[in-house]
């Protein structure tokens, strides 16, 4: 139990255009949701938490408008990297949490590999 | 963002052998927790560390809460090829929105 899926697994844009990403937990509610960015041969960064049904809260740093994050299912988020230019490539990984689950534990999706030329 | 301080960096080890990895942080974390990851993939939870001072085993992966909260480390034992990967340290404050901190990551090379 408790596998979280990504979509796509990687894509490649042009600048300019934008890139929607999705995370899903197949088989848990996921009342929280947390984007992360990973850079080559760097950590995981926390880009933003969203919460079902409300705005999501931004990493300081982290543009909102060109990062949107939609969270209107308990098992669906998604991330839109809007008007992507070069150095928004990167890997970009979800995770989810259930208040199910004891611990608050996250379970990490597989990552999206997102280049754009 | 804060990162935590993962060292060492990477490391070259000989099958068999035993590693340890620590991790330190100038702040105070409720949770620790460890994770691995190969490349192209999210992270994999290996161990949770919720008490200072406990010591929790997953195999032949040991890792403990250090006492003072700010720290933490990690023992692979008799390593083995598939040990290849890079690990991370990850911290967690109660009520902090549930976001994890993560370490700078040590990059595990088994030599054969």
């Known amino acids: 139990g408790a596998v979280v899926s990504q979509h796509p697994s990687r894509v490649i844009c042009k600048s300019g255009t934008s890139v929607k990403i999705e995370c899903r937990s197949l088989d848990f509610q996921a009342t929280t949701m947390f984007w992360y960015r990973q850079f080559p041969k760097q950590s995981l960064m926390l880009m933003a938490t969203s919460n079902e049904g409300s705005k999501a809260t931004y990493e300081q740093g982290v543009e909102k408008d060109k990062f949107l994050i939609n969270h209107a299912s308990l098992t669906l988020s998604t991330l839109t990297v809007t008007s992507a230019h070069p150095e928004d490539s990167s890997f970009y990984i979800c995770?989810?949490?259930?208040?199910?689950?004891?611990?608050?534990?996250?379970?990490f999706g597989p990552g999206t590999r997102l280049t754009v030329l | 963002g804060q990162q935590l301080n993962q060292s060492p960096q990477s490391m070259f080890i000989q099958e068999g052998e035993d590693v340890s990895m620590n991790c330190t942080s100038s702040?105070?974390?409720?949770?620790w927790l460890w994770y691995k990851q190969e490349p192209g993939e999210g992270p994999v939870l290996l161990i949770a560390l919720y008490k200072a001072g406990e010591l929790t085993s997953n195999g032949r992966l040991t890792a403990q809460f250090g006492i003072t909260r700010k720290d933490s480390f990690l023992n692979i034992s008799a390593s083995i090829p598939s040990d290849v990967g890079i690990y991370f340290c990850a911290g967690q404050i109660t009520g902090g929105g549930n976001k994890l901190t993560f370490g700078t990551g040590t990059q595990l090379k088994v030599e054969l």
């Open positions: 995770s989810a949490r259930s208040g199910a689950f004891s611990y608050n534990e996250q379970f």
């Open positions: 702040s105070i974390f409720n949770t």
